[in-house]
Nanobody, 118 residues
Framework: QVQLVESGGGLVQAGGSLRLSCAASGSIFKILSLDSMAWYRQAPGNQRELVASITSGGGTNYVDSLKGRFTISRNNAKNTVNLQMNSLKPEDTAVYYC?????????WGKGTQVTVSL
């Protein structure tokens, strides 16, 4: 199994920044063979949506609307994936979830709340 724990969420004013981190633990074999890791978010009343993803080789993918403001990075030595969020807007308010994908299995963290105030 793979366990994911997010951290770094909180309350920030519009225009501010936050850095989310996700630490993976559990089966070392499975962690090292993850195909990709990603961040999703879910706002109240909305479906969970992809924010950004990063492959084991470092390739990244972003939702078009977030390009230039959010940056995903991965530290394979520490088994962590980070999401740097800049120029935050109230519409970025959501629970942010860490995801890890291996073969046909998705692992999820419990989420961390990000609230952006005016």
């Amino acid at each position: 199994q793979v366990q994911l724990v997010e951290s770094g969420g909180g309350l920030v004013q519009a225009g501010g920044s936050l850095r989310l981190s996700c630490a993976a633990s559990g089966s070392i074999f499975k962690i090292l063979s993850l195909d990709s890791m990603a961040w999703y978010r879910q706002a109240p009343g909305n479906q969970r949506e992809l924010v950004a993803s990063i492959t084991s080789g470092g390739g990244t993918n972003y939702v078009d609307s977030l390009k230039g403001r959010f940056t995903i990075s991965r530290n394979n030595a520490k088994n962590t994936v980070n999401l740097q969020m800049n120029s935050l807007k109230p519409e970025d308010t959501a629970v942010y979830y860490c995801n890890a994908h291996r073969q046909d299995i998705d692992y999820w963290g419990k989420g961390t709340q990000v609230t952006v105030s005016l």
